[in-house]
């Protein structure tokens, strides 16, 4: 077996706003076709965490690479999709014109879209089911679906990293499915995933690793070993309930 | 003898301008819901004016420049006290206006002029105004043409474009200068209190008919256009406030508008629910 390249190495990193650190002692690595689980409480650092990995929020202590280079080096190769429900609903735009968006990097500045990338954004609406909608207006797709769009935006990007943020909150089976779908076929094409969620159960089956995080690491590594109840406990403090022995209830997210 | 020697003929050359300048740039000041910052830069430019005015030096330049800052300060506010927008937005409107209150009364005979710079005469603008607006009217459709994505991505997702790396400090500046330009060039012809109309107006007008982008800016500068015609030729045959008649007009044709499509969304979901 070809040993795979690693994508994402943090190295007791800390990131900070400003004074206020947000996530202490991050250590962890992740290759080419990996996905891992961000998993912990509301307030966490979730968000911070993949803010980090763009860039947007600074490493203070430690490292954090991403495909070799520093975050901000790497955002041509990295793609992020926000939570839908972030943007204005009202916003005049079509949805195929919200996917376009995932070019522009490549497009460039004062150049307009070509068949090709017309092509490619075609082509991602379609593996999220999305392309008989890309005319209609973003903000008249459900939610799910509006969730989708964004992954595609990211799928247009010929990303080698994937990063999003809560893609399953408030989302429909069908829409989940599309998303699982959609994910999977980009981690076998060897981007790396990196995947905010509260739900363990999608963590199980579409992550290969897990990252429990609240403010702190609580572990980092395969779905199996770190999913367990006592980590979880920890991690959500209180907030998590044991059923029948092995299983983990979290009662507050 | 020219055919700008006309005072009403510069009055339908400066509706035009400034109709289709603020159809055009108000599509984005609706889509970011800056209509209030807009309300706001009308105001806190005014100060700029009376002080150009009474150093004597040009009262674009005076405006233009004063604005800018005020740009500045609120981007620079909303930054540091993250996303406070509409605060720092507040402050600059009441301090700006209250501001150039103060200096116009401390000037003797000045106050005859106040009414001039908050409710405009588009029949008093010079072959001067005009070369203004037509400056500011080129370089905004420039900076609309050559930076449109990027302009469209951070309005509608600024992580996103943060993202991408593109530089959307600047972005948002540009975008809030273009609108500031904008506002000073709309000065003489509608004031700093109706600004405002021509550059909500149109858009808003225009976003009750379409949901889709590209049509949003020739339909709100249409609007712009025929609504700042309207004006012109109405106060002229009526001896009524120009600026004013404009904004009234803005006014009459959003709301015939929103009623239309009002009774039309209902036709259809009265159809909708019983087809015959």
Redesign the interface.
């Given at each position: 077996m070809i040993e795979r390249a690693p994508t994402l190495v943090l190295d007791r990193a800390s990131v900070a706003y400003g004074d206020v650190p947000v996530l202490e002692e991050l250590n962890g690595v992740v290759h080419e076709g990996e996905a891992v689980a961000l998993i912990g409480p509301n307030g966490a650092g979730k968000s911070t965490f993949i803010k980090a990995l763009l860039g947007l929020v600074p490493v203070v202590r430690g490292r954090i690479e991403v495909l070799g280079r520093s975050p901000a080096q790497a955002r041509r190769d990295v793609a992020y999709v926000p939570q839908a429900d972030t943007l204005d609903p009202d916003f005049p735009v079509s949805v195929e014109q919200v996917a376009m968006m995932g070019r522009y990097r490549r497009i460039g500045w004062l150049r307009r879209p070509s068949a090709a990338d017309r092509a490619e954004v075609a082509e991602a609406l379609e593996r999220v089911g999305l392309a008989h909608r890309a005319r209609d207006r973003f903000g008249t797709l459900s939610g799910g679906q509006r969730q989708r769009v964004l992954l595609a935006r990211a799928i247009a990007a010929k990303p080698r990293m994937l990063l999003l943020d809560e893609p399953f909150n408030g989302v429909d089976a069908v829409s989940q499915h599309a998303l699982l779908e959609a994910i999977a076929s980009m981690k076998e094409q060897g981007a790396s995933v990196v995947v905010s969620t509260h739900d363990l159960a999608i963590a199980h089956l579409a992550c290969d690793e897990v990252c429990l995080l609240n403010r702190h690491q609580f572990g980092f590594g395969p779905t199996e070993d770190v999913l367990t109840p006592e980590r979880l406990r920890a991690t959500y403090g209180g907030h998590a309930l044991e059923l029948r022995g092995d299983r983990v209830i979290v009662t507050q997210t | 003898m020219s055919w700008l020697d006309s005072t009403v003929h510069r009055a339908v050359v400066e509706a035009v301008l400034v109709g289709a300048l603020g159809g055009v740039v108000g599509?984005f000041v609706i889509?970011r819901?800056l209509p209030f910052f807009t309300m706001a830069l009308t105001h806190a430019t005014f100060p700029g004016i009376v002080v150009a005015a009474m150093l004597g030096v040009n009262l674009y330049l005076g405006g233009g420049l004063f604005g800018l800052l005020v740009v500045a300060a609120v981007l620079a506010f909303g930054r540091a006290r993250g996303q406070d927008f509409t605060t720092a937005t507040g402050i600059a409107l009441s301090g700006g206006f209250a501001l150039g209150v103060v200096l116009v009364s401390s000037q003797d005979g000045f106050t005859k002029d106040l009414a001039a710079y908050t409710v405009g005469d588009v029949l008093a603008v010079g072959t001067g105004d005009l070369v203004a607006t037509g400056v500011v009217v080129v370089a905004v459709s420039l900076l609309l043409a050559?930076?449109g994505?990027?302009l469209?991505?951070t309005?509608?997702?600024p992580?996103?474009a943060?993202?991408?790396?593109?530089p959307t400090l600047l972005l948002d500046f540009a975008l809030l200068a273009a609108v500031e330009v904008t506002v000073v060039a709309t000065v003489p012809a509608l004031g700093t209190i109706l600004a405002v109309a021509l550059i909500v107006g149109p858009a808003a007008t225009a976003?009750l008919i379409?949901?889709?982008?590209a049509p949003?800016f020739p339909i709100a500068a249409a609007i712009g256009v025929a609504c700042a015609l309207a004006g012109v030729w109405v106060s002229t045959l009526w001896n009524v406030a120009t600026g004013a008649s404009i904004a009234l007009f803005v006014g009459l044709v959003f709301g015939v508008v929103f009623l239309g499509t009002a009774v039309r969304g209902r036709v259809r979901r009265a159809t909708a629910a019983n087809p015959a």
């Open positions: - | 599509v889509a819901r050559l930076l994505k990027e469209l991505l309005a509608f997702d992580v996103g943060a993202a991408l790396g593109l976003r379409t949901d889709r982008l949003l």
